[in-house]
Nanobody, 115 residues
Framework: QVQLVESGGGLVQPGGSLRLSCAVS????????AGWHRQGPENQRELVAT???????YYADSSKGRFTISRNNAKNTVNLQMNSLQPEDTAVYYC?????????WGQGTQVTVSS
């Protein structure tokens, strides 16, 4: 069983930055993909960004150019650097890793962008 714990959420003003981190209980060096998703108060959960074991990244249009996903295999963490945050980025952000065809999810961390 793989466990994920997100951290780094909080309240930030528009234009500000946050760095989310996801600690994974197992080695992530063989994890096929890792990603961040988010769910706003009235929205379905949506993909923000993913990164493969080889380091290939994918970004949703809403996060492209502002967010950066990375992984640290030595520390078993998956990170999301978020810049130029806007109120529409307000959501609960979830970390997800996929290995052996199974998706594992964290409990989520709240990000609120407001003045």
């Amino acid at each position: 069983q793989v466990q994920l714990v997100e951290s780094g959420g909080g309240l930030v003003q528009p234009g500000g930055s946050l760095r989310l981190s996801c600690a994974v209980s197992a080695s992530i060096s063989n994890i096929y993909t890792a990603g961040w998703h988010r769910q706003g108060p009235e929205n379905q959960r949506e993909l923000v960004a993913t990164i493969t074991s080889g380091g290939t990244t994918y970004y949703a249009d809403s996060s492209k150019g502002r967010f950066t996903i990375s992984r640290n295999n030595a520390k078993n963490t998956v990170n999301l650097q978020m810049n130029s945050l806007q109120p529409e980025d307000t959501a609960v952000y979830y970390c997800r890793v996929t290995t052996a065809g199974v998706n594992y999810w964290g409990q989520g961390t709240q990000v609120t962008v407001s003045s």
